[in-house]
């Protein structure tokens, strides 16, 4: 068994908030682009949503031209994705130096004009792992003890919650997910697996996480997240 490479798909950061009153949701689009020094140079997308709609549903879209950088604004929840474009941003130690600027800059311009609260945060990360070997074959021998049972398999999943504490303070759900690859154009090659550690405090338990702590829950979670890729992965 052995990995080729692994590469950052897509990252995502998700602020669950008190509600946010946009008034001008244009005007709301253009302060947010100045605010990022205008990252999102993209035309921005004012979403025709009912007001009766769920508050989770964006309302406004920003994104840079490249879509590398896309900010969701809906009224109780703030996501920003970043789509890697070269094999440095590939990478997930780099996430950091290519995407948390822009994060803290939208966090200091959500509490300057609107005095958002986040109460609860999300982290994803998506990440594509390139084997040696059948990506179904690698998950069935590493992973299942009585591999008779089990052979030939088109598509695997595999599913694993864990319950953590982030900064050994906040109870967070931790979601690996695992599910094999084939390219579209050669089915019989499935020799990648797509990772997804999805990382979450708890929807009932409410916090007031400052940008102090929001830089600290990130870096712990990235942290976790390089762990778990590197004892799943490493050596493999």
């Not at 311009?109 to 792992?129: T, W």
């Not at 590493?142 to 695997?156: A, C, M, P, Q």
Request: with cysteine.
């Amino acid at each position: 068994m052995g990995v080729d490479m692994k590469r950052l798909n897509s990252f995502q950061v998700a602020f669950f908030c008190n509600n946010i009153s946009f008034g001008n949701k244009l005007d709301y689009a253009s302060k947010i682009i100045k605010a990022t020094d205008e990252v999102f140079d993209g035309e921005p997308a004012i979403l025709p949503i009912p007001v009766n709609a769920p508050p989770e549903i964006p309302r406004i879209v920003v994104r840079s031209k490249d879509k590398k950088f896309i900010c969701n604004t809906s009224v109780n929840r703030v996501d920003l994705i970043f789509n890697p474009k070269n094999d440095t941003e590939r990478d997930l130690s780099s996430i950091q130096n290519n995407y948390f600027d822009v994060l803290i800059q939208i966090i200091n311009y959500l509490n300057e004009e609107y005095r958002v609260k986040i109460f609860r945060m999300g982290i994803v990360a998506n990440i594509i792992i390139e084997l040696e070997e059948s990506s179904n074959s690698f998950i069935v021998k590493k992973y299942l003890k009585d591999n008779s049972l089990i052979s030939n398999t088109y598509i695997t999943q595999l599913h694993f919650l864990n319950k953590i504490k982030l900064l050994n303070r906040y109870e967070a759900n931790r979601w690996l997910r695992l599910i094999t690859l084939r390219k579209l154009d050669d089915t019989e090659n499935d020799k990648a697996l797509n990772i997804t550690i999805d990382t979450n405090t708890l929807q009932d338990e409410n916090h007031d996480f400052d940008r102090e702590l929001v830089t600290m829950i990130f870096k712990d979670a990235l942290k976790d997240m390089q762990d778990l890729i590197s004892k799943h992965f490493e050596g493999a």
